[in-house]
């Protein structure tokens, strides 16, 4: 992945023209330090994130340059609050 430290996820995509195909890896220790480091400290507002981190990127969105970063998080931040919407 061209980066020295740990991830919280790890999103392989399999996608094909007519369907959604992926495998995701989640780090729940990475989680949860990063729900007390950058979020709220809710550990599931975290793993919500992560998990619709990993969908975007199985729809085609990236986060390698800075531009993309913000895309990514913008569209993260979209997808949590329709969440809110179904609970």
Excluded: P, W
Aim: charged share 25%; hydrophobic share 35%; glycine share 6%.
């Amino acid at each position: 992945m061209d980066h020295d430290y740990y991830t919280d996820i790890i999103t392989f995509n399999y996608n094909d023209n007519l369907s959604l195909n992926a495998e995701m890896f989640i780090s729940y220790d990475r989680v949860v330090e990063n729900a007390n480091d950058f979020g709220n400290g809710n550990i599931v507002d975290e793993l919500h994130r992560v998990v619709v981190h990993g969908l975007l990127h199985c729809i085609g969105y990236n986060d390698k340059s800075e531009g993309d970063k913000l895309e990514m998080t913008k569209q993260e931040d979209i997808c949590l609050e329709m969440r809110n919407s179904f609970t």
